[in-house]
């Protein structure tokens, strides 16, 4: 070695191990094309020439994992880890919608049961009341039958008994009727 010093400037999460290695592999192409010029050069002498080589440098080692196997395995390791952690995260969404639904299943299933139960009351209560008003109904009917046919029959019975009487005398069989007696007596 002839003394001579590299450095390189970088930001605070480069790995380290990677820019040593950068340097590493710089310096023999390096010394290889400027070696007898950088002893003479005066400040920045060498800024210009040695450009293209340090550029292609940096662009080689901008991004550590291109270059690093271990840069590399950790910014998998990275990518598995947010991935991991989305997963996680969209899990525990999922679980909370799945109680949700349950809670809600349970609820449908609640006030189904209630819906089923206050419908079977309600459909007692109709009967209830379909049978009274059939009974009121049928009531009525039987009523009005009988105060218009009670009558008819009244006064058909009469009719033939009084027919009777005009035509035989009054008597059945040889005997007097009273009734028929006082129903002709009266008019019809």
Same mark, same amino acid.
């Given at each position: 070695m002839n003394n001579t010093?590299?450095? #390189?400037v970088? *930001?605070?999460k480069y790995p380290s191990r990677t820019a040593i290695q950068m340097l590493s592999q710089l310096y023999p192409p390096y010394m290889e094309q400027f070696s007898l010029q950088y002893k003479a050069a005066t400040t920045n002498a060498l800024s210009k020439k040695s450009k293209p080589l340090l550029s292609e440098y940096c662009n080689k080692y901008d991004d550590a994992?291109?270059?690093d196997k271990a840069s590399m395995l950790h910014s998998k390791v990275e990518? #598995?880890?947010v991935t991991m952690q989305d997963n996680i995260a969209a899990m525990l969404r999922n679980t909370e919608q799945a109680e949700s639904l349950a809670e809600r299943s349970n609820q449908l299933n609640e006030q189904a049961t209630v819906f089923q139960k206050k419908s079977k009351d309600l459909r007692k209560q109709m009967r209830c009341k379909n049978i009274k008003t059939t009974v009121i109904l049928v009531s009525i009917v039987v009523g009005i039958l009988i105060i #218009?046919? #009670?009558p008819l029959i009244v006064r058909a019975r009469n009719a033939v008994k009084g027919n009777r009487m005009l035509r %035989? *005398? *009054?008597?059945i069989? %040889?005997?007097w009727d009273a009734d028929e007696a006082l129903f002709l007596e009266e008019g019809p």
């Open positions: 010093g590299l450095a #390189v970088t *930001g605070l994992t291109k270059v990518e #598995v880890k #218009v046919l #009670v %035989g *005398g *009054g008597e069989d %040889g005997e």
